[in-house]
């Protein structure tokens, strides 16, 4: 008979074991059916129970795969952060970072571009190297970017409860971007804030947004990504699920780029009759801030007016071709080429080509496109203009106000002879007697006096033209 090895022995007489002795053996058993990067269920800490938290993965420029897990804890009011590398073996525990500091609700995810896996033919998120924090401290909702809380955002007041979440952003138009989405409760009704792509390549915090079809009443909120290109808003309300569902935005158009190469030879072409579709066009509107005014004023206080107006006058012809404005008070700033053509005339047709500030006569000059004849009144009107401002009230600046005024019209004067009084003196006269009657008797001499009492001399018109 064959005997049995000692060890073999050792190995049946030991096969029995129990608690009181210390000899049960203790296993642990992790069985999971997924991928080597996907997060499995172990608690990041044994110390204290997270009461809420939530978890971001990374894959930034260059890397084939995930390479990063990071979390945030709530740890008995305190916010902290943890990660932890890929692939999520035993091996890789998760480990402390930082303390963000208190906290009643957090969440935290990557913002980045959507790219496609053209071996897996699947879209992945390329994400940034670091990613957003968000936070409620004091019923106050905080965003900032990983530690830089210098330069924390606030998105929203009297919040309870949220939920962050990546939305989809099309390739081909960068605009059309869900965004970076921040969901979370007030009052019980949903609300969110999106970090979103505009048009010109920066990304902005748009404004806050209401779910109304979920109404009032909820609980809970969770903000989630579908695989069909939609943004779902999953909430909790009276013993009841709810979900509303965004439309959809295709990432890539959901189809993968195909490119025809195609040779062609003895071509033809015919053209048939070409109709014509109005359709609708991209418009833009842009503004700056150029030149800001805060203005604080005071009853009574005196704004700046015109003073007088003076004519710029021809040498020949009686003619003006512009106007010099006087000011109660001097101007600052330069005049650009906005400020003549909007400056405006009563007589029609005739528009102001230039402008200028007299400093030293504290006055704007006006020169118009054509002369105008100084007989006629003209109102002259000068726009609110921002370039160009006065001080009041000390140092306080307040931009140039929509002035008007009036050249008043002249009269032209013709020099004429003045009435003159031309006298007449009579040197010497003779004295006929036609018929005489003689007596016999001879009388004594006569003597004949003739005085000019008036005299005046008529100018008879020969013209219409003045003398």
């Known amino acids: 008979m064959r005997s049995i090895p000692t060890a073999l022995k050792e ?43 939530d978890v971001a993965v990374r894959q930034t420029v260059g890397e084939s795969d995930l390479s990063l897990a990071y979390a945030i804890c709530l740890d008995d009011g305190i916010a902290q952060v943890y990660k932890r590398k890929f692939p999520a073996c035993l091996e890789y525990p998760w480990e402390y970072l930082w303390t963000l500091g208190t906290a009643t609700d957090v969440a935290i995810e990557f913002n980045g571009v ?9 879209y992945y998120l390329q994400t940034e190297e670091y990613p957003y924090i968000f936070y409620v401290r004091d019923e106050n909702l905080y ?6 809380s210098d330069n924390a955002v606030l998105l929203a007041t009297d919040v309870s409860q949220i939920s962050a979440c990546k939305g989809w ?4 138009e960068q605009e059309l971007d869900q965004g970076l989405i921040i969901g979370y409760l007030k009052s019980g009704s949903v609300y969110y804030r999106a970090l979103c792509c505009q048009e010109n390549g920066s990304y902005v915090w748009e404004a806050e947004h209401e779910v109304t079809p979920l109404g009032t009443g909820n609980t809970t909120l969770s903000v989630v990504r579908t695989n069909d290109f939609r943004i779902g808003f999953l909430t909790q309300n009276n013993g009841r699920m709810l979900l509303a569902l965004t439309h959809r935005n295709y990432a890539g158009m959901s189809v993968r780029p195909e490119t025809v190469h195609i040779n062609a030879s003895n071509v033809k072409m015919w053209i048939s009759d070409i109709n014509q579709m109005d359709t609708l066009s991209k418009e833009y509107a842009s503004g700056n801030t150029a030149y800001p005014y805060a203005l604080l004023d005071e009853p009574g206080t005196e704004e700046i007016s015109v003073s007088s107006v003076e004519k710029l006058n021809r040498e020949m012809g009686f003619v003006c071709y ?23 005339l009563s007589i029609s047709g005739v528009t ?33 203009y921002r370039s160009l401002w006065y001080y009041k ?13 009036v050249a008043a019209a002249e009269a032209m004067d013709y020099f004429s002879f003045e009435n003159e009084t031309a006298g007449i003196a009579i040197v010497s006269t003779g004295a006929w007697i036609d018929e005489a009657v003689f007596t016999e ?18 100018l008879q018109p020969v013209s219409t033209l003045p003398i």
């Open 169 to 172: 952003q099309s390739s081909v």
């Open 352 to 384: 102001i080509t230039s402008a200028s500030y007299d400093s030293a006569e504290q006055s704007l000059v006006l020169y118009t496109s054509t002369d105008i004849r100084r007989t006629v009144a003209v109102t002259i009107t000068m726009p609110e």
């Open 143 to 148: 965003v900032q970017v990983w530690r830089d």
């Open 11 to 53: 190995k049946l007489a030991n096969r029995f074991k129990v608690e009181n002795t210390d000899s049960l053996a203790k296993l642990r058993v992790v069985a999971t059916q997924t991928s080597v990067n996907s997060l499995l269920s172990e608690p990041i800490h044994e110390d204290i129970a997270p009461e809420f938290g």
């Open 393 to 405: 009230l000390g140092a306080q600046r307040w931009f140039l106000p929509t002035l008007s005024t």
């Open 322 to 344: 512009g106007f010099k404005i006087h000011l109660t008070k001097p101007l600052n700033g330069s005049i650009d080429a906005g400020f003549p053509s909007k400056c405006t």
């Open 114 to 122: 959507w790219k496609m896996n053209a071996e897996k033919e699947w």
């Open 441 to 458: 008797c001879f009388q004594p001499a006569h003597t004949a006096v003739i005085a000019v009492m008036a005299s005046s001399v008529s």
